[in-house]
T-cell receptor, first 111, second 113 residues
Framework: GENVEQHPSTLSVQEGDSAVIKCTYS??????FPWYKQELGKRPQLIID?????GEKKDQRIAVTLNKTAKHFSLHITETQPEDSAVYFC??????????FGKGTKLSVKP | KAGVTQTPRYLIKTRGQQVTLSCSPI?????VSWYQQTPGQGLQFLFE???????NKGNFPGRFSGRQFSNSRSEMNVSTLELGDSALYLC????????????FGPGTRLLVL
């Protein structure tokens, strides 16, 4: 079935460093790739998304890259801040029209 | 606009019971998706409803069911509860399609004893 693998499961960085989270997907028909941030005890919130006709998208300190040939996409956070600490989920829009989520990456940014 | 709301927020049940959870989407949104979130498993897709019809379904047993009303509000039901059903149940709404931006509700935390 459709699957999204996300790595790493935990990531610890120093404040100011960059963080990279990678995801691979199995459904070649996927064409929508959102990233969600979930802070402790809160609901997931969309932080950035990309569609298959775009290779890279940036929004201030956050960027997402997509390689459809290799079926992987990545989240890049630069100049990390303590408030970036959260669980990040990638997802891929499946051929059935639903979203398949990765298992999440717990990012810790140490001051 | 008001955000996605879910009721109840917390629920304790015992094995064998059944439970109904409710989700009210953002006004104007017609797609409602349900997810089960457990530690280490991320968000697992349960089903999606659009215009009162189930459009997509995840790999969950038939004990998990749902429906959507004409005002787009949705309910999900879990019958014959098992300990493993303890989880945070999240619903998310989007205007037309689950492949658009999904806005999540706060979730219902279900504990099965």
């Amino acid at each position: 079935g459709e699957n999204v693998e996300q790595h790493p499961s935990t990531l610890s960085v120093q404040e100011g460093d960059s963080a990279v989270i990678k995801c691979t997907y199995s459904d070649s028909a996927s064409n929508y790739f959102p990233w969600y941030k979930q802070e402790l005890g809160k609901r997931p919130q969309l932080i950035i998304d990309i569609r298959s006709n775009v290779g890279e998208k940036k929004d201030q300190r956050i960027a997402v890259t997509l390689n459809k040939t290799a079926k992987h996409f990545s989240l890049h956070i630069t100049e990390t801040q303590p408030e970036d600490s959260a669980v990040y989920f990638c997802a891929a829009g499946g051929s059935q029209g639903n979203l398949i989520f990765g298992k999440g990456t717990k990012l810790s940014v140490k001051p | 606009k008001a955000g996605v709301t879910q009721t109840p927020r917390y629920l304790i049940k015992t094995r064998g019971q059944q439970v109904t959870l409710s989700c009210s989407p953002i006004s104007g949104h017609r797609s409602v998706s349900w997810y089960q979130q457990t530690p280490g498993q991320g968000l697992q897709f349960l089903f999606e409803y659009f215009s009162e019809t189930q459009r997509n379904k995840g790999n969950f047993p038939g004990r998990f069911s749902g429906r959507q009303f004409s005002n787009s509000r949705s309910e999900m039901n879990v019958s014959t509860l098992e300990l493993g059903d303890s989880a945070l149940y999240l619903c998310a709404s989007s205007p037309l399609d689950s492949q658009e931006t999904q806005y999540f509700g706060p979730g219902t935390r279900l504990l099965v004893l």
